[in-house]
């Protein structure tokens, strides 16, 4: 599925179809309050944001990878992990983005 950031952000129409709501980012649900959030760097830029489920680091909840081309994030990829750890087929994430100048325009996102 590719969505645009656009379609994503619903339109005006005050709802999202069940299409729609497949790619936007509802695995947010599965954060407890209460999760460890670890963060991994390369010189100054962010290439890991991953969510544990304490700070003991016992599951993996979700993870963010980013990769870079200079110094702007050139794709983001977000994975969630189920209940034992284990990567969720299909619920991955990779968000590609475009720039003009320094200002993101658009993130066009596939979900596989």
Known sequence: MLLK???IE??????VTPTIHQGLDQLVHNVAEDSFAEYTYSGSKVTDYIIWT??????????????YTGSKVNTETRKQYNAAGVVITNQTMTG??????SKVTDITWVIT
């Open 96 to 101: 590609t983005y475009v720039y003009s100048g």
């Open 10 to 15: 619903g339109g005006g129409t005050g709802f």
């Open 54 to 67: 304490d700070s003991g680091k016992t599951i993996k909840i979700r993870e963010h990878n980013f990769t």
């Open 5 to 7: 950031q656009s379609q």
